[in-house]
Every structure is written in C-alpha cells, then in structure tokens.
C-alpha cells in the first residue's frame, strides 16, 4: 500500500537557518503530493503540493519539488522565522476516486529559536 | 481558504456523556473525513464519506459514529464518551475526482475533546 516516510524530528534551528525536511514515499501509480503545516492548537493547512513529476510546489518561502526517480518531495526553506515553528506533515494523495486517498507521514516538529 | 467549520472547538465531558462533534463545508464536496490526532503527533483516519448516505470506517478502530444526510454535514457522535477518548478530533473534506483539485484536502481548526 501507500506509505509516506518522513524525516524524524524534533527539528530545532535558530532564526534565518536553512531547514530541509526529508519525505520519501511509495505509491503506485502517480500520485500527487502535499506539505501540511499545523500550528499550536490548529488544525491542518495546506502549504504547498505538486502534482506530477518535476512539478515544485512554493508557498510562504517553503518549496518542495516532485521526484520521481527518488520518490521524494523534501521540503526547503532558505531562512526560517520563530512564526515557522509547527508540525509540518507531508502526504501523498492518490490518484484513484477512494476517499480513503490521503496518507500522512508521522510529522516532524520544528521549533525555530530567535 | 477553505470553508470547513467545526464546532465545539474545545470542550470538557464526563465519562459516560453523549457528545457529537459537528463539521460543515460549504464548498460542496462529496467526500469528507475524520481524523484522529494526539497533540503534534500523526493522524489517523477513523470515519470517511464518498457522499450522502456513504459512510466507510477509515484504518483506526473507533468507537464513534458517524452520519451524512446532507452533503455539507459531516457530524461525529460518541455514544458514552471515555478518558481513553481524549484527543483532538479533524474534520476535512475534498471534492470529486477530476476536478482541478481534486486530490486536495482541506482541513477544519479541529475539535479538541477532553474526558474527564
């Protein structure tokens, strides 16, 4: 089945560093592939997705970019804020009309000191 | 911005009360869901709908029901509500396959329950 592996955190970096959090997956067929962000006490937000292969998603100074032949899609940003610290997931959506079409990674917790 | 309310944003009950957990969307999607989540930790899907009168257990065992009359209404109840209940509760939605977002999901603020 599905599944989507992430980088294990916490994650802890000081304002204006370089974050990357690793996400790998497995799927059949071609699926699409998200980033969400969940702040304290919030529900989930969609921070950026990709579609297909090659395809980068941006949003907020966050990218992420669909590799196919490394089955990644490993989130970037060149200089993090205190604001940035949450729980970031990445998840992979099927392409096929199941509801059960999204699986999540487990989450990795970034907290951004100032 | 996605338009998915849930309500009650938080609240405290005691063992043995009945509870439900509401979640509406406005923008018309057939398929909705319930997730499971402990603070900062994964999510787990335990109820999901293709439509009305489609309701499907998702991967985590629960103990609460859920019901969908209307398609912009995707309501949670628990029975008898226990301690071992207490989490945070997600509602989320996405429209049909083959529409430009299709595979999206968008999410609620969450309903965080606490049993005391």
């Known amino acids: 089945g599905d599944s989507v592996t992430q980088m294990e955190g916490p994650v802890t970096l000081s304002e204006e560093a370089f974050l990357t959090i690793n996400c790998t997956y497995t799927?059949?067929?071609?699926?699409?592939l998200f980033w969400y962000v969940q702040y304290p006490g919030e529900g989930l937000q969609l921070l950026l997705k990709?579609?297909?292969?090659?395809d980068k998603g941006s949003n907020k100074g966050f990218e992420a970019t669909y590799r196919k032949e490394t089955t990644s899609f490993h989130l970037e940003k060149g200089s993090v804020q205190v604001s940035d610290s949450a729980v970031y997931f990445c998840?992979?959506?099927?392409?096929?009309?199941?509801?059960?079409?999204?699986?999540f990674g487990s989450g990795t917790q970034l907290t951004v000191l100032p | 911005e996605a338009d998915i309310y849930q309500t009650p944003r938080y609240l405290v009950i005691g063992t043995g009360k009945k509870i439900t957990l509401e979640c509406s969307q406005t923008?018309?999607?057939?398929?909705m869901y319930w997730y499971q989540q402990d603070p900062g930790m994964e999510l787990h899907l335990i109820h999901y709908?293709?439509?009305?009168?489609?309701?499907e257990k998702g991967d985590l065992s629960s103990e609460s029901t859920v019901s969908r009359i209307r398609t912009e209404h995707f309501p949670l109840t628990l029975e008898s509500a226990r301690p071992s209940h207490t989490s945070q509760y997600l509602c989320?939605?996405?429209?049909?396959?083959?529409?430009?977002?299709?595979?999206?999901?968008?999410f609620g603020e969450g309903s965080w329950l606490t049993v005391v």
């Open positions: 923008m018309g999607h057939d398929k």
């Open positions: 990709a579609t297909k292969a090659d």
């Open positions: 799927a059949t067929g071609y699926p699409s």
């Open positions: 989320a939605s996405s429209p049909s396959s083959g529409t430009s977002s299709g595979n999206t999901i968008y």
């Open positions: 709908s293709y439509g009305v009168n489609s309701t």
């Open positions: 998840a992979l959506s099927a392409i096929s009309g199941s509801a059960r079409q999204l699986t």
